[in-house]
T-cell receptor, first 111, second 116 residues
Framework: LAKTTQPISMDSYEGQEVNITCSHN???????ITWYQQFPSQGPRFIIQ???TKVTNEVASLFIPADRKSSTLSLPRVSLSDTAVYYC????????????FGAGTRLTVKP | GAVVSQHPSWVICKSGTSVKIECRSL??????MFWYRQFPKQSLMLMAT?????????EQGVEKDKFLINHASLTLSTLTVTSAHPEDSSFYIC????????????FGDGTRLSIL
């Protein structure tokens, strides 16, 4: 299991781009990087997943450098409703049991 | 697609009661399900991993006789908190995997358990 490290909290303002970086120095060759979002009193929700370089979907982008020892979740033009806790998980594509969460990043978007 | 339903969403009961929480994958078959508990302002703590038709694998420090997990079918896993006490009060969340390579987890909306 690749241990992950994220900032505990971040503040931003509406309309800004937010970048949350996750460090995973011990990532293994087969590990994928997955980000989840969690609102209070709800289960986490999948945001994006990637292996290398850049992945983009309708809500976010994920940047992964060549050494894959970190990854950055990018949220374009955040709104108040993006206030949540964001978790990155790193796991083996052949081992779905790799589902231990780190501390996560509490993002607060201000008006 | 890929919806996980968790029931009940909220339960209050007296100390000593056993409480069963259900986790269902509504539109896919879940070969693996995970159970977590989460305290306020904290991250999710993995309790156990259950695979359909076999015994659950518990994380270190989680009492398997206290938290009984059954995964009898590909769409249903249950967590029973036996003889619950106030310290078992927490937010319990399940997730399910379709078992295919690189598939993300799909989470239920959690069960708020309060033991009086």
């Amino acid at each position: 299991l690749a241990k992950t490290t994220q900032p505990i909290s971040m503040d931003s303002y509406e309309g800004q781009e937010v970048n949350i970086t996750c460090s995973h120095n011990n990532i293994a060759t087969n590990d994928y990087i997955t980000w989840y979002q969690q609102f209070p009193s709800q289960g986490p929700r999948f945001i994006i997943q990637g292996y290398k370089t850049k992945v983009t979907n309708e809500v976010a982008s994920l940047f992964i450098p060549a050494d894959r020892k970190s990854s950055t979740l990018s949220l374009p033009r955040v709104s108040l409703s993006d206030t949540a806790v964001y978790y990155c998980l790193v796991g083996d594509e052949d081992n779905n049991n790799d589902m231990r969460f780190g501390a996560g990043t509490r993002l607060t978007v201000k008006p | 697609g890929a919806v996980v339903s968790q029931h009940p969403s909220w339960v209050i009961c007296k100390s000593g009661t056993s409480v069963k929480i259900e986790c269902r994958s509504l539109d896919f078959q879940a070969t693996t399900m995970f159970w977590y508990r989460q305290f306020p302002k904290q991250s999710l703590m993995l309790m156990a991993t259950s695979n359909e038709g076999s015994k659950a694998t518990y994380e270190q420090g989680v009492e398997k006789d206290k938290f009984l997990i059954n995964h009898a079918s590909l769409t249903l896993s249950t967590l029973t908190v036996t003889s619950a006490h106030p310290e078992d009060s927490s937010f319990y969340i399940c997730s399910a995997s379709q078992g295919a390579r690189n598939q993300p987890q799909h989470f239920g909306d959690g069960t708020r358990l309060s033991i009086l």
